[in-house]
């Protein structure tokens, strides 16, 4: 403000609504008939309360623009994230303080991000629960999208742990703590909505005690096809599990993940940022019993937080209103100061869902994109679509599939390089994987590293045949995957019966490992090498007239008619980008 007078000073603060000439009067009257700068007059407006400090480096900036949005004008910056900002604001009429969250100026141009913020706020006004941050108005403008939230005085969980001298609440507290938040889940999911990212940094613990859920830009619909984000973890542990997507037991999972941390002051899956590690399904098997990390905890908040936790979905909270009512007797429980009673929790019947096979497809074209997408859906794949190989190749790394098509014909030799690349991987060396070639590419099927599990299958070949040949590959990595969790399972459980007492007894026994069988690795040998003779007669008769020496021509792409079929499809769309990983700012 070196460059500008009082009286400019004056003049800006008039046209931009910021005070009022009553108000400047004031400050200037302050200064009695001593001399004063423009800086000078700033400092003192914001030690009155005239002035908030963001509003001061503005104006000391030469800022013309950024006071307000809509009619809310800004105080001060809260939080910040990759995705949006969120300010403290207050009507400039009404004098209501609100929080306003506006979206990143770098998303300006993306129409995806554009639609889950849209979809956030519209959601949002939706949901109306004392324990739910309130959306009040969502608003697109030339340059800005926001929202207007309810502004709450008081701290996240996560700021309360790290000013506690232990880090860690007492169970009475605690229990409270996620007694509101269940009751928030418990909402949302009797409206089909689930929140995607439970964590102590989305807990707001208001001045009166009342915990409110934040942050629902990860929320999903299940009546919905929009696909939104999913929070790391969860991808993990629902990759882990084998259960569909979106499955309504992760947040309550990932509720009981919270409780457990406010009550050690420990995360049970450890803070991790590396995005691999993360991704680690053995976290969620090393998760301690939280009478093994804090023996003084209560045994009735033990069980419940221990059930939360199990790692076998069937063995969890089913509802968030069953995790209600068990906090409900821990609380009476804990008033009562009966703290060594054993808890009955409430018995549920878990529903069986069956596994959803993925199929990641790679094909350049996108009107095959489109016709290989609907197929396999109609078929009850789950499909996974990229154009580019090895982009695919990355993915593969975040991403939990049951098999991988290439399609030669459109991506060309980059599409057999990156086949052979999946043996260079732990992660994707015994994934099953199809090379599409055409006729002229037979040359690059003797180049294709093949197996039992990886197929070169030459074209023509009709989408009923590919779907019997993908189907029969998915069906026994499925088994294998499902042998293992039982297993993995089975030794948990045995563990699990032996912790509470570990700590007084001779140590136990490990228990004995089943013995190592290939029955689940098997694979019918004989049928397969029949396919793959069958397939490789389609296209192996014009191999003599291919030189070895000779450059390949440019792919002939294959007719998407020759791919129709006459299932009924659905419009849902899946997408590849349903992780988020962004860090707490």
């Known amino acids: 403000m070196a460059n500008f007078s009082v009286d400019d000073l004056n003049q800006q603060l008039l046209s931009l609504d910021l005070m009022d000439l009553d108000k400047i009067r004031v400050v200037e009257t302050s200064f009695g008939t001593k001399l004063f700068s423009s800086d000078e007059f700033l400092r003192v407006a914001q030690r009155m309360g005239y002035l908030t400090k963001y509003q001061v480096e503005r104006l000391t900036a030469g800022e013309t623009t950024g006071y307000y949005y809509g009619d809310y004008k800004i105080q001060y910056l809260v939080g910040a994230g990759s995705f949006a900002r969120v300010f403290r604001c207050v009507h400039k009429d009404t004098g209501k303080v609100v929080a306003v969250k506006v979206l990143r100026a770098r998303f300006r141009d993306d129409k995806t991000a554009i639609d889950e913020f849209v979809r956030e706020g519209e959601m949002g006004m939706e ?168 023996k003084n905890i209560p045994r009735c908040v033990a069980t419940v937080v221990d059930k939360s936790l199990k790692f076998a979905p069937e063995e969890r909270y089913q509802t968030a209103e069953s995790f209600k009512a068990d906090l409900e007797k821990v609380s009476a429980q804990l008033e009562r100061g009966d703290t060594d009673e054993e808890l009955e929790v409430v018995e549920e019947k878990a529903e069986k869902q069956l596994p959803t096979k993925t199929i990641m497809i790679v094909e350049a074209n996108s009107s095959l994109q489109e016709t290989f997408r609907e197929f396999f859906k109609s078929a009850g794949f789950r499909p996974l679509v990229i154009s580019n190989a090895p982009y695919a190749l990355q993915r593969l790394e975040d991403f939990e599939v049951d098999a991988v098509l290439f399609n030669a014909q459109t991506l060309g030799q980059t599409a057999v390089v990156a086949f052979n690349q999946l043996l260079d991987s732990p992660i994707t060396r015994d994934l099953p994987a199809i090379l599409l070639l055409n006729e002229d590419q037979v040359k690059w099927g003797a180049l294709a590293k093949r197996s039992k599990k990886r197929l070169a299958v030459g074209m023509p070949i ?24 039982k297993i993995k399972a089975e030794l948990e459980s045995k563990a699990a019966s032996l912790s509470d007492s570990f700590s007084k007894t001779a140590p136990a026994k490990a228990p004995e490992k089943p013995e190592k069988t290939d029955q689940a690795e098997e694979f019918p040998e004989e049928a397969f090498s029949d396919a793959l003779d069958v397939a490789f007669e389609t296209f192996s008769l014009r191999s003599k007239e291919i030189e070895a020496s000779k450059s390949v021509p440019n792919s002939t792409l294959i007719e998407a008619s020759t791919l129709v079929n006459d299932s009924e499809v659905s419009d849902e769309y899946y997408d590849y980008s349903d992780i988020d990983d962004e860090e707490d700012v």
């Not at 709450?152 to 169970?171: F, S, V, W």
């Open 462 to 485: 009709s989408m009923k045949r590919l779907l019997m040949v993908v189907d029969k590959l998915t069906k026994e990595e499925i088994a294998a995957k499902e042998e293992k969790a």
């Open 127 to 294: 949901l109306r629960h004392p324990n739910i941050a309130a959306v009040y108005e969502a608003h697109e403008t030339k340059y800005d999208h926001y929202m207007v939230m309810e502004f709450i005085e008081g701290n996240t969980l996560r700021e309360m742990l790290a000013a506690q001298k232990n880090g860690y609440l007492d169970p009475k507290r605690a229990t409270r703590i996620v007694y509101d938040i269940c009751s928030a889940l418990e909402y949302a999911q009797k409206r089909g909505y689930q929140h995607r990212d439970m964590k102590p940094s989305n807990i707001m613990v208001a001045s009166s005690g009342r915990a409110v859920l934040l942050d629902f830009g990860l929320l999903t619909d299940q009546t919905s096809g929009f696909k939104t984000q999913r929070a790391i973890e969860y991808a993990a542990l629902e990759r882990a599990t084998h259960v569909g997507r979106d499955d309504k037991r992760s947040d309550l999972y990932f509720l009981g993940a919270v409780y457990y941390q406010a009550l050690t002051g420990i995360a049970p899956l450890g803070e991790i940022k590396e995005r691999s590690r993360r991704l680690d399904a053995g976290r969620f098997h090393n998760v301690k019993m939280i009478r093994q990390v804090a």
